[in-house]
């Protein structure tokens, strides 16, 4: 969340779990912190789609001494994508060279099987090959190797999963993507750059004092976000690779929710520094802030669309939390949820159709999604507590937290709500994902 107890109290008087929604977590006390790896997950994917395409994974030859299951992480990628139905591959002995049997994997009723192999080379690094099969056609339909590093093991993974997905429904894949999300453990906040399937989750920041507001950059490299260290908010960019961060915004009053634009240049964030708080855009390094709109009532979190020529928010100036779309060159600005009394926490997916957003429905906080083209909105959870929707890249996933049995949780889920996955935290209290950009190969 983005929204902060003192500058927000209208707000703010109805939201469950003030901890989790204002000062939420982890701060930079030095500008640039140790990585560390811990903070696992375990994957449960739940819920059964319609028109899944099956799809055999066969075990990949010398993947029971492989460090990391590949096999195994392929399959399950494919599975929490919603898009994919697993065929039961156990037992087959087959590699990236075996010219299979498409007559017998039809009969599994596999429209596709995927084969390879993992070898540890004599320097200690491991070759890892594989190949698609589409067994219905009997076509080869090609494959890849790679030469890698045991500590990138799993993104090989994931990169087989994102060429399947791709190969076999004309999209993207976002397996290879990461996320970033928040934690508290006892007095500490950590901020975490992970996977996108929640594992080998590496700290970026850690601190005493909250940060809230993570957003990645569209170059998947930088990590906007906001800290408390100096006792009020304060922007921040952080360098992901390097751990070097920059001061973007520390004027007087509140400095909040930052947005990046598709461009990468400009920033949109929420200041109190003229009074209320408002919405401003201010060039990606710092400088002055150009401001959007003259409003009485309290205008914040900011996304902006996919296009980059419009620039959604939360405001009650009409008397309650509800989403408003502005340009990105200030102006009028015109109301788009009108479905609920109580709607904040916009996400816009990257090709502008979708608007996932939080609404207070009889008390419980509920994750919704609204096609921007009719106006169509959907709830897509039977959970209470939601915050934070994030879109994937590819716009056919979100990311959310939630609680499920009395525990923070993140999730993904597929726009129609009918395939989710948990991703279960082994430490803390886990908030304010956010999904970021395709990576460069």
């Not at 996977?195 to 998947?220: K, R, T, V």
């Not at 598709?262 to 009074?275: E, I, K, W």
């Amino acid at each position: 969340m983005t929204i902060e107890q003192n500058s927000l109290p209208s707000l703010l008087a109805a939201m469950p779990h003030p901890h989790r929604r204002h000062l939420l977590a982890a701060a930079a006390a030095t500008s640039a912190m140790p990585v560390l790896a811990q903070a696992q997950f375990r994957v449960e994917v739940v819920g059964v789609g319609l028109n899944q395409l099956p799809i055999a994974i066969a075990p990949f030859r010398g993947d029971a001494q492989s460090p990391q299951k590949i096999a195994a992480i392929v399959q399950a990628d494919l599975e929490r994508s919603g898009q994919f139905r697993s065929v039961d591959a156990s037992g087959a002995v087959l590699d990236e060279s075996s010219r299979p049997d498409v007559a017998l994997w039809r009969q599994k009723s596999a429209d596709s099987l995927a084969t390879g192999s993992v070898t540890r080379m004599a320097d200690g690094r491991y070759d890892v090959r594989f190949r698609l099969w589409d067994v219905v056609r009997g076509q080869d339909l090609g494959g890849q190797s790679f030469l890698v590093t045991q500590g990138d093991l799993r993104l090989v993974a994931h990169r087989i999963a994102d060429f399947i997905y791709e190969k076999l429904t004309g999209e993207r894949g976002v397996f290879s993507t990461r996320i970033a999300y928040v934690t508290k453990t006892g007095p500490r906040y950590s901020l975490w750059v992970a996977d996108a399937d929640g594992e080998n989750a590496q700290s970026a920041l850690s601190s005493p004092e909250p940060i809230i507001s993570p957003a990645w950059s569209p170059s998947g490299g930088q990590i906007a976000y906001v800290s408390f260290e100096s006792r009020k908010p304060v922007v921040y960019v952080h360098d992901v690779a390097t751990g070097r961060r920059r001061l973007i915004a520390n004027f007087r009053g509140s400095n909040s929710a930052p947005a990046w634009a598709p461009d990468g240049r400009t920033l949109a964030v929420t200041l109190s520094r003229d009074g209320g708080s408002q919405l401003y855009t201010i060039d990606a390094n710092g400088g002055e802030p150009r401001r959007l709109m003259q409003s009485a009532g309290i205008d914040t979190e900011p996304v902006f669309s996919g296009d980059g020529r419009s620039i959604y928010f939360v405001s009650d100036r009409g008397g309650a939390p509800q989403i408003y779309r502005v340009p990105v060159g200030g102006g009028n600005a015109e109301r788009v949820t009108f479905s609920g009394t109580y709607n904040i926490s916009p996400s816009i997916s990257p090709d502008g159709n979708w608007l996932a957003y939080i609404s207070r429905v009889g008390g419980a906080f509920k994750l919704h999604v609204m096609n921007l083209a009719t106006g169509a909105v959907n709830a897509i959870t039977d959970t209470t507590a939601d915050e934070n929707p994030s879109f994937a890249p590819n716009s056919r996933l979100l990311v959310y937290a939630t609680q499920q049995q009395g525990r923070e949780a993140l999730m993904t889920t597929t726009l129609d709500g009918k395939i989710k996955a948990r991703l279960a935290g082994q430490a803390g209290d886990i908030r304010e994902p956010d999904w970021g950009a395709f990576q460069k190969q």
